[in-house]
């Protein structure tokens, strides 16, 4: 099984950047696909950013194109997210998962 371990939250005013990592350990596979989602409070969680490992695929919600970026690299065993131009609506707790494992998530705060 995966473990996944998210970091790079923090609070930043609107139009600012963030950028988050998700560091896998555990047996990967070049087909798994990666996925951030994210959980603000009183919505559900939504689907943000999708990868895959061997590469050749990403995915975006619509509300992030243009403005997130999600990427990896395979010799850290680890996936990151970009996020620039960063919005209030942002906020939320960022999860990475695969594989049915998730990560315990990192808290992003946008201020207006």
């Known amino acids: 099984q995966v473990q996944l371990v998210e970091s790079g939250g923090g609070l930043v005013q609107a139009g600012g950047s963030l950028r988050l990592s998700c560091a896998a350990s555990g047996r990967t596979y070049s087909s798994y696909i990666i996925n951030w989602y994210r959980q603000a409070p009183g919505k559900e969680r939504e689907f943000v950013a999708a990868?895959?490992?061997?590469?050749?695929?990403?995915n975006y919600a619509d509300s992030v194109k243009g403005r997130f970026t999600i990427s990896r690299d395979n010799a850290k065993n680890t996936v990151y997210l970009q996020m620039n131009s960063l919005k209030p609506e942002d906020t939320a707790i960022y999860y990475c998962?695969?594989?049915?494992?998730w990560g315990q998530g990192t808290q992003v705060t946008v201020s207006s």
């Open positions: 990868i895959r490992w061997g590469g050749g695929y990403t």
């Open positions: 998962t695969v594989s049915g494992s």
